[in-house]
């Protein structure tokens, strides 16, 4: 006889919340390509820029937050990687 596999979950069935955006809560219009401390908060420990549904943020927001990192490293403030 062939065992079957157990059903999995579907993900819809999770009570999960999604984290507010920062920067909508603190109401930032524009966010400063120079503020070291906030864009590190939002890159990983690589370098790399984390994504939306790790970081809470809004679409809005989370493309500001990658002009302003992109912006930053051209003006070697931030580095590109991490070793």
Not at 10 to 23: A, E, G, H, I, L
Not at 57 to 81: D, G, V
């Amino acid at each position: 006889m062939a065992q079957t596999k157990p059903k999995r979950r579907s993900k819809d069935s999770r009570n999960v919340r999604k984290r507010p955006c920062q920067f909508c809560l603190d109401k930032v219009q524009v966010i400063d390509w120079k503020d070291t401390g906030v864009l590190r908060k939002y890159m990983s420990d690589r370098g790399k820029i984390k994504a939306r549904r790790v970081n809470g943020n809004c679409e809005q927001h989370q493309k500001l937050l990658s002009r302003a990192i992109k912006n930053a490293r051209e003006m070697a403030i931030l580095p590109y990687i991490n070793r």
